[in-house]
């Protein structure tokens, strides 16, 4: 063949809107031509097909010209346009050239089809029509064939997926985009009866695998396509679930903590009324306790007994008074205070008692901290309730932190408070605020302290939460508006 006929040849594939590509059995780049094929010669250099034409590194994954040469025979299929040819019907033909029994080559051949003439407007416009409401559907719609190729790849699908429509149709196996055996799960349950009928899958819950690894969870319904009553490929709707699963957790804490408010309400009534009807009749037998032992010359075990009653009446004076804490039946007085002076006088109230001996006090005070509206003696009495329980699980040596800081909105200030003692465990941690819990041997606790706390806290409009790792020690965190109309990441139980 002359130099002349070579290059009639090689314009004629590009006036057709053809290309050739032929490639040897271990897939070496031997010929390119035609249509957008500006492959020089120079180029063709015993490198691989792939390395030259779609710039990998490995082989694409399928790769046609291995496909031919196992099936040891020609074979043509539609496929979508790329490059150039993007948007438009593609047929490719694949053919081993032989040289004697022995594959001596591979041609790929792209023959782009035009619009038949006789195709009705209507039918044409339809099929546009088709293709755009796909392509913008809010959901991500991807099509296969059966060997894994990609044929359909929309917007969406590059969303959530993270690869290109270009990756995707040159490159991707569907199976890839599957975490574990997802892909074969898919088409099992398509194939079976009992997921929405034969051919059909509906509400499959399954994990994507993006193009950096993330899993994707997803929502899959699909449908098997067929021609004469062979499956020729699937076509996959995947509705991407992350805003709907984190929404829905949201709304789960959102519920837990409306169930604590109510709960505490309901008992918050209850303690109050329980309260009221005993602190007369406790208050009576503590006096004439006092008065038996002041005007009577009792003997030593009678006076031990007056003693014992003194001792549990007085404790029981001070369940009713944590009770009536619980319920809020104190009328607060909202000052403009300085909680750095509220955190340093607690601490100085406690800290030349025997039990801190042996703990190290860390102070990390944030200066020029803006004034808080709160009342002072009931945050005292919050920050007195967490540094006793931190002290009590250190059990008398470890570390105990009070740092204060303004939050990173500048609109509450944060205080808080971590230890250096066993921590809480994952299975108690949800429980610490609730009334009457406690971890702490019978006549030690009431299972109220936390609670109250937790009460006066959301009294004022903060937060206080808690956080700890088993053998790390615990951190509690309080957080209280700057102004009296603001509240720091909303309200502990979602209302107002």
Known sequence: ????????????????????????????????AGKD????????DGRPCYEILA??????????????????????????????????????????????????????????????PDTPLELSTADKF?????????????????????????EDASKITGYTREEALRQLDIRALYSGDGAREAMRRIRSESHGGRGKLKGFRVDLRSKDGTAVPIELSAAAIYDRGKEVATVGFFHDLRSRLRMEGQLQSAQKQLIQAEKLGSLGQMAAGVAHQLNNPLGGIVIYSQLLKEEYDLEPAALQDLDRIIEDASRCQKIVSELLDFARQRTLEILPNDLNQAVSRTIFLLENQPFLKEIEIVRELAPDLPLVPCDLQQINHVLMNIILNA?????????????????????????????TGPGIPDEVLPYIFDPFFTTKEEGKGTGLGLSVAYGIIKNHR???????????????VMELPVHSDEQPGGSPDGND
């Open 37 to 44: 094929m500006d492959v020089p010669a120079s180029a063709i």
């Open 462 to 476: 903060g937060r206080l939460s808690a956080s700890s790792r088993p053998g790390e020690g615990a951190t509690f």
């Open 55 to 116: 710039h990998r590194r490995t082989p694409c994954r399928p790769c046609e010209a291995m496909e031919t040469i196992r099936a040891m025979g020609p074979s043509s299929r539609l496929v979508e346009g790329r490059g150039s040819m993007m948007g438009t019907r593609v047929l490719r033909r694949t053919a081993p050239i032989f040289k004697g029994k022995q594959i001596e080559a591979v041609a790929i051949m792209d023959v782009e089809l035009p619009e038949e």
């Open 130 to 154: 088709l293709t755009n409401l796909i392509m913008s559907s809010p959901d991500a719609v991807i099509a296969s064939d059966m060997a894994g190729r990609i044929l359909m790849f929309n």
């Open 1 to 32: 063949m002359t130099l002349n006929s070579e290059n009639w040849l090689l314009r004629a594939l590009s006036g057709l809107a053809a290309r050739i590509v032929v490639v040897s059995p271990d897939l070496r780049l031997l010929a390119a």
């Open 391 to 419: 002290v009590d699980s250190m059990e008398g040596h470890g570390r105990l932190t009070l740092a204060t800081s303004l939050g990173k909105d500048g609109l509450a200030v944060r205080v808080e408070i971590s230890d």
